[in-house]
């Protein structure tokens, strides 16, 4: 059934395929009507599409029980660029017969990782297996020799839109912030690289509480637990609770371990309730904000649908930013003058130094 997928869907296509239906906002007008706000999904991306007033009466958006979170719809429609991104302009939505559900293969609309989750958490125990330190080692074996959490920890998102917001996302942000402090340990000074790296792979731990997932992974929403606690509160306590297991644990590393987590989004504004005042809880902040950045553009550019040259104001980043691919390489990218920008040679240094 599935014969048309997002990632290949740009400005200008039209639109007959199957999507699940992974989020619907209902908002009001100025004028007090009811309009929608949807997000379809497949495992290649999502796009987000308007239904005003008249669409959602015609389309049935407001009939209680009709095309809900989590349900898969047929869509058909055309994409249009709306400040640089895809935004679906929905003619007709019209839900599955049962015969038509029996043919959905999920694996089509769970968006996941592209790598793959045993291979990172080879990497990540190898990172861990080079620990000299007992207590550390035996605070990761406690979470990671548990098959329940572990097979949470590599199959959870890492968030629920932006960035790494997929099946295995967690495992995979987690990796990259580990690999990424494990190297900044041999680059600098004063760090304690094993307290580093176990904050680093600690930090979002919360995430597996904070965070919901429906039909194997294709739809992640906020618990109510993860609502009114958060993650770092709620990852604060479940790594407390293992600390408190292990015997003679270090008070000042203890306090250390849990300080990274606590900081880790480095503002109160952000949702820190500490902000960072150690080094190593200097560096985890700093790393996390640039892995779900790129994380978070390459979302971004995914979802502009390849034609747009800027997106439209991000919140996250506080800007438009520039999607264009580059063309610098290109052979026919010359200078003001006409001529190949092939780069400055030594000659030219010289001249203008001496």
Partial sequence: ???????????????????????????????????????????????????????????????????EEGDFVKVQGSVSDYKGSRQLDISRLMPLSKEEKKLIANDDFVRSSKRDAGQMFEELQIIISSFKNSYIVQLLESFFSDPGFKKDFCFWPAAVQYHHAYVGGLLEHTLSMAKTCDYLAGCYENIDRELLITGAILHDIGKITEYGIERNGAIIKITDEGKLLGHITIGYGIVLGRVKLIKGFPKDLKERLLHIILAHHGHKE??????????????????????????GFNYILENSGSNAQWSEYLRNFERSVYLKPPNYLDKNDTDDEGQINTGTNNAQIKDVLF
């Fill in 1 to 67: 059934m599935k014969n048309q997928y997002l990632k290949d869907i740009n400005i200008g296509s039209i639109v007959d395929s199957v999507f699940i239906l992974a989020k619907k906002t209902i908002k009001k007008t100025k004028n007090g009507q009811d309009f929608c706000v949807l997000s379809f999904q497949d495992n290649s991306g999502s796009i987000e599409g308007i239904a005003w007033p008249e669409a959602c009466q015609s389309l049935g958006l407001l009939k209680k029980g009709s095309f």
């Fill in 270 to 295: 952000f949702g820190s309730p500490k902000r960072p005042k150690t080094l190593e809880a200097f560096i985890v902040y700093h790393v996390d904000h640039m892995d779900a950045d790129i994380g």
